[in-house]
Nanobody, 115 residues
Framework: QVQLVESGGGLVQAGESLRLSCVGSGRLFGITTMGWYRQAPGKKRELVASISTRDVTLYADSAKGRFTISRDNAKNTVYLQMNSLKPEDTAVYYC?????????WGQGTQVTVSS
């Protein structure tokens, strides 16, 4: 199983950018599908973006054109570059790793976008 630690969250103004990072432990990172989810207060956790072991990416409609997910397997790290941030992007962002039936979550990092 992969242990995950996120970083890079913070408080920004609308229109600014942030890059989230998620470092995974263990030897399985390179064969694990990675994803970023977010959960706003009072709302369900939702997928923002994911990237497969073959670098196939998937984005939520709200993230398309603004967010970019990438991975560096040599560093056991997945990134989420977020541009043109909006107040509605405010949420706790969670890193996720999936390998077959195994699934791991990070502790989350807060992103707050002020208008």
């Amino acid at each position: 199983q992969v242990q995950l630690v996120e970083s890079g969250g913070g408080l920004v103004q609308a229109g600014e950018s942030l890059r989230l990072s998620c470092v995974g432990s263990g030897r399985l990172f390179g064969i694990t599908t990675m994803g970023w989810y977010r959960q706003a207060p009072g709302k369900k956790r939702e997928l923002v973006a994911s990237i497969s072991t073959r670098d196939v990416t998937l984005y939520a409609d709200s993230a398309k054109g603004r967010f970019t997910i990438s991975r560096d397997n040599a560093k056991n790290t997945v990134y989420l570059q977020m541009n043109s941030l909006k107040p509605e992007d405010t949420a706790v962002y969670y890193c996720n790793a999936k390998l077959g039936r195994l699934e791991s979550w990070g502790q989350g990092t807060q992103v707050t976008v002020s208008s």
